[in-house]
């Protein structure tokens, strides 16, 4: 099959762009730990609210100014609908949704995950600077779905 | 129909394709602009509307119907242009798809209209539509298996009659779409039939949501090039002759569908990213293979652009650049198409972000994902397909594409590319910002957050909406245009006046082409394997490791 010359220096060119681009993504994943929410926990999406740790969701202290927050997605509002972290906390959100497909989104940050029921997702944040964050869902989850929010208050 | 129709049988079932392709764009566009406006907070929807309802319709007719329909009309009229008239046999299999679909997407849009499935066109578990909603869908999908069966049998008929020749490209390039569209299809068959709708009839009490999911997207992704290659195919072959040029390569035309197949399937998770149960190391390979279809679309651009120079090049153009000088601007069936190929460099770039493993949670659901869409099936393909219903429709009913017309044509273009302009600029940077996707009008609760997407220009929902109204005009324009060229616009009297289909010459350079890219065996083969490689594990672990399934739920 005849190549033109031209045509052999523009797949060159972009393929070698493919393989810098894949790289940098590659090696920020696997090496820097920068990876997409993947959560492989599983539970009974019609038992939620008798599993642990979704039987008491909240918030909870694990460290020194971290939390693990466990949290329920449901049509149309998260349980609990208010959390209230300090300047600085580390919080490791793990959510599942008692019902549909939901997601759990905090625009302006770098946490945003399906929620599938009978999966918990996994996303995790540092709030460094104060304020109120909104979370909202954006996966179609019914009549409601403009409705689905929380907020996180960092003070 | 006249004497210039060369095979009336044959076009009277194109062109019953392209109708209802046509009325779904009529209707689809009608939502589309109800949707902005009342995302934009300029209207409110009377309490018998519901907004998910419109959007599930736009979806559905739009991206569904609009583009299967249009594209079996084109592919049928070429098949037969470039390798006969079909046979009486295959010609009713043509039919009998055409009904099957047809019957499949009333069906599934009185569904909609009723208000019992307002679930989207991805139908996401465990959401549960009316049963009729999915058996509607499933005989859109059989339907297309029909019609699609016709058009190989007459390319299989055609090999045999002409052995040892090589096909007609246009005919190649129809086979390899509808080796795409067969193969990519079982996923979403096997997930309608098996999972949805044993458990919409209560036959099964759960479902298992992540297999679902994951089957759908393993047809989802490849559907996008299930349009894109017609659009393509228009591009490779039909463009050249309408520019007065000739077609670059025909050896490279068919490596580059060839990689199609290969490389569009095996990707679906990169839609999936965000999400639990499927590991890291299973998505980043599906995302370096989707980084391999960005092969192809390089190869589609530099051909295409060499066909644009050589060309201007042999109209006496001079300079590094002055080959852009001698294209044919003022012909719509040039200047729709070619504005398309413009939108899809930025489409293409943020396919690439999209595709990007974590940085997908950046814009993840959000509108830039809307955005994305429309600038690549939305422009690229959508006003290819419109730039070639200017030659097409006239070609199939034996009438002229009158100057006025073309200018008509011309207006349409330039409305529809501005519309999308707007639009899609200001979905791409709401989404930047958070604003989720397919999400009513929402302040949520006046959350500063939220009201920063009523603040700027290109950051203001009322310009997503500005920008759907310039659509929704020339989405009007379109249909009326359609329509005339169909019925209304001036006879053709003789072969000479007769509109044609424009089929290009391949240039003196380019050589012999090597057979193997005709060896359907060979690439259903390798992409059988890559689709087990890329799927085995994760798909086995879904079904070995799920979680107890998922009961209906309808929260609409």
């Given at each position: 099959m005849h190549f033109h010359r031209y045509e052999k220096y523009w797949l060159i060119f972009g393929l070698s762009t493919l393989v810098v681009f894949l790289t940098i993504v590659g090696v920020s994943a696997f090496s820097g730990g920068h990876q997409p929410p993947t959560g492989m926990m599983t539970l009974d999406p019609t038992k939620v609210e008798q599993t642990p740790p979704f039987d008491q969701p909240g918030l909870k202290e694990i460290g020194e100014n971290t939390y693990e927050a466990n949290l329920i997605a449901l049509a149309f509002g998260y349980n609990p609908s208010k959390l209230e972290v300090p300047v600085g906390a580390k919080v490791v959100f793990n959510v599942t949704s008692k019902d549909v497909v939901h997601s759990f989104t905090i625009p302006g940050t770098n946490v945003n995950m399906m929620i599938t029921p009978g999966h918990v997702n996994t996303s995790e944040y540092t709030f460094d600077k104060p304020g109120s964050y909104l979370v909202l869902c954006n996966e179609y989850c019914g009549t409601g779905h403009h409705m689905m929010q929380m907020t996180i208050e960092v003070k | 129909m006249n004497s210039v129709v060369k095979s009336p049988k044959d076009s009277k079932l194109s062109i019953s394709y392209l109708i209802v392709g046509f009325i779904a764009v009529f209707i689809g566009a009608v939502c589309g602009l109800l949707q902005g406006l009342v995302r934009g907070g300029v209207i409110e929807l009377p309490s018998f509307i519901n907004y998910y309802q419109l959007l599930t319709a736009h979806g559905v007719l739009l991206a569904l119907v609009f583009t299967t329909f249009f594209i079996y009309g084109l592919l049928f009229a070429g098949v037969s242009k470039t390798m006969g008239i079909l046979s009486d046999k295959t010609r009713t299999i043509g039919w009998i798809g055409f009904w099957v679909m047809t019957i499949g997407t009333i069906c599934s849009a009185t569904m909609i209209i009723l208000g019992e499935a307002s679930v989207m066109y991805t139908f996401y578990a465990p959401l549960q539509a009316h049963p009729l909603y999915y058996i509607g869908l499933a005989l859109v999908v059989v339907g297309s298996w029909i019609g699609g069966a016709a058009m190989l049998m007459h390319y299989f008929a055609w090999r045999k009659k002409n052995s040892g020749k090589l096909s007609p490209l246009f005919g190649y390039m129809t086979t390899a779409t509808i080796i795409l569209w067969l193969v990519c299809s079982i996923g979403v068959a096997i997930t309608v039939l098996f999972q949805f709708i044993p458990w919409s009839f209560g036959w099964a009490d759960r479902i298992n949501v992540l297999l679902s999911r994951t089957l759908f997207w393993y047809f989802g992704h490849p559907l996008v090039y299930f349009w894109l290659l017609p659009a393509y195919i228009i591009w490779y072959v039909s463009i050249p002759k309408i520019i007065g040029?000739?077609?670059?390569?025909d050896s490279l035309a068919r490596l580059s569908f060839v990689l199609f197949i290969l490389f569009s399937i095996p990707v679906g998770f990169h839609h999936q990213l965000t999400e639990s149960g499927i590991s890291e190391g299973w998505k980043f390979l599906q995302v370096v293979l989707t980084f391999m279809v960005i092969t192809p679309s390089l190869m589609t651009a530099f051909s295409l652009f060499a066909t644009f120079e050589t060309t201007g090049r042999a109209k006496g153009a001079k300079g590094l650049f002055g080959w852009l000088k001698k294209l044919p601007y003022n012909d719509v069936r040039f200047f729709a198409p070619f504005m398309g190929m413009l939108f899809f460099i930025p489409g293409g770039a943020g396919g690439i972000v999209n595709a990007s493993h974590q940085m997908n949670t950046a814009i993840h659901n959000t509108l830039w994902v809307v955005g994305h869409f429309h600038i690549t099936v939305g422009t690229p393909v959508v006003l290819t397909f419109f730039g070639a219903t200017y030659w097409l429709v006239p070609y199939l009913t034996g009438r002229k594409l009158t100057p006025a017309l073309n200018k008509a044509g011309m207006i349409q273009t330039i409305l529809w590319s501005v519309g999308m302009f707007f639009m899609s600029t200001a979905m791409h940077i709401l989404g930047l910002f958070g604003a989720p996707r397919?999400?009513?009008?929402?302040t949520y609760q006046d959350h500063p957050t939220a009201l920063e997407?009523?603040?700027?220009f290109f950051s203001h929902y009322t310009t997503v909406a500005l920008g759907g109204t310039i659509l929704f005009i020339a989405a009007m324009m379109m249909v009326y245009l359609f329509f005339h060229l169909a019925f209304f616009a001036p006879k053709a009297e003789n072969d000479i006046e007769a509109t044609e289909f424009p089929i290009g010459e391949v240039a003196d350079h380019a050589i012999t082409t090597p057979r193997i890219l005709e060896n359907w065996k060979v690439w259903i083969g390798i992409v059988v394997v890559l689709i087990l490689i890329a799927y085995t594990v994760p798909v086995t672990d879904m079904i070995t490791h799920a979680p107890a399934g998922s009961p209906p739920i309808r929260t609409w």
């Open positions: - | 040029g000739k077609v670059f390569s397919r999400t009513a009008y929402s997407w009523f603040h700027g």
